[in-house]
């Protein structure tokens, strides 16, 4: 059973600093592309940033690039967002997401964590 637990959100002053994790188990977990989404209330949920299974290939919603960075420990079945200089439109449950397959065949989910920023 494929499981994706995050942790690490919480309640964050704007310009502070968070650092999301997602521990994942029951999959092969480094040939997964693994992502962080976000969904703020009353909005479609969004890719915030997504990590490549080989190369560390990574991509940024415009709106996170130079604040955020995501990164992967495969020994280790982790994936982290490390964000900065948060605001207050940063505020929303954070999803961690992992894909695999020609069509995404493979596609699971995390219950997500909230993250909200105070102004």
């Known amino acids: 059973q494929v499981q994706l637990v995050e942790s690490g959100g919480g309640l964050v002053q704007s310009g502070g600093s968070l650092r999301l994790s997602c521990a994942a188990s029951g999959l092969s977990f480094s040939r997964y592309t693994m992502s962080w989404y976000r969904q703020a209330p009353g909005k479609e949920r969004e890719l915030v940033a997504r990590i490549r299974s080989t190369g560390g290939v990574t991509n940024y919603a415009d709106s996170v690039k130079g604040r955020f960075t995501i990164s992967r420990d495969n020994a280790w079945n982790m994936v982290y967002l490390q964000m900065n200089t948060l605001k207050p439109e940063d505020t929303a449950v954070y999803y961690c997401?992992?894909?695999?397959?020609?069509?995404?065949?493979?596609?699971?989910w995390g219950q997500g964590t909230q993250v909200t920023v105070s102004s």
């Open positions: 997401n992992a894909k695999y397959g020609p069509m995404n065949d493979y596609d699971y």
